[in-house]
């Protein structure tokens, strides 16, 4: 093989390995648009699901008060 046919070869072989790098950026790129695509929603779900408990644990925690059973009631009534 002369000087030029091995220039020639190695172009090739470069042309190929570019085309080979774009598909995989390419694939990569898709890729991760897809992910970020489908975690955005998850995480704005879980977040709106911690804030929801947030929101319902405190407000319970609010109007929560101690109640006396019935029992006790007229326990303590029969005391007076």
Same mark, same amino acid.
């Given at each position: 093989?002369?000087?030029?046919?091995?220039?020639?070869?190695?172009?090739?072989?470069?042309?190929?390995?570019?085309?080979?790098?774009?598909?995989?950026?390419?694939?990569?790129?898709? %890729?991760?648009? +897809?992910?970020? $695509? &489908?975690?955005?929603?998850? /995480?704005?779900a879980? @977040? #709106?699901?911690?804030?929801?408990?947030?929101?319902w644990?405190?407000?319970? %925690?609010?109007? +929560?008060?101690p $109640? &006396?059973?019935?029992?006790? /009631?007229?326990?303590? @009534? #029969?005391?007076?």
């Open positions: 093989m002369d000087p030029e046919q091995i220039r020639q070869e190695m172009r090739l072989r470069r042309a190929s390995i570019d085309r080979k790098l774009d598909v995989l950026a390419a694939y990569t790129q898709n %890729a991760k648009q +897809r992910t970020i $695509r &489908r975690a955005i929603p998850a /995480a704005i879980i @977040a #709106a699901t911690i804030a929801g408990v947030w929101v644990k405190s407000r319970s %925690a609010r109007r +929560r008060r $109640r &006396r059973s019935l029992r006790v /009631a007229r326990a303590a @009534a #029969a005391f007076r």
